[in-house]
């Protein structure tokens, strides 16, 4: 999932004409150059973003947890 956010902050700094780079640093380096709504549409993207992560490290962290009570020597 995270490849197509990547994929979608891409897409989207080409069409802003923005440099593609991660969004936090796109949002903190260049806030002053941005517009209102380019500010919003990266807030919005890297809640998403960490929205996402933190799932899906809830998902291998709880495989993990699965995992590791079957194990036998």
Do not use: G
Request: proline residues 1%.
């Amino acid at each position: 999932m995270l490849n197509h956010l990547s994929d979608l902050l891409e897409t989207w700094c080409k069409s802003q004409q923005l440099e593609f780079i991660s969004a936090d640093d796109l949002l903190y380096q260049s806030y002053n150059e941005l517009s209102i709504s380019q500010r919003e549409w990266l807030v919005k993207y890297i809640s998403i973003w960490d929205a996402t992560q933190d799932f899906e490290v809830d998902i291998n962290t709880n495989k993990l947890e699965t995992f590791i009570p079957t194990f036998h020597d």
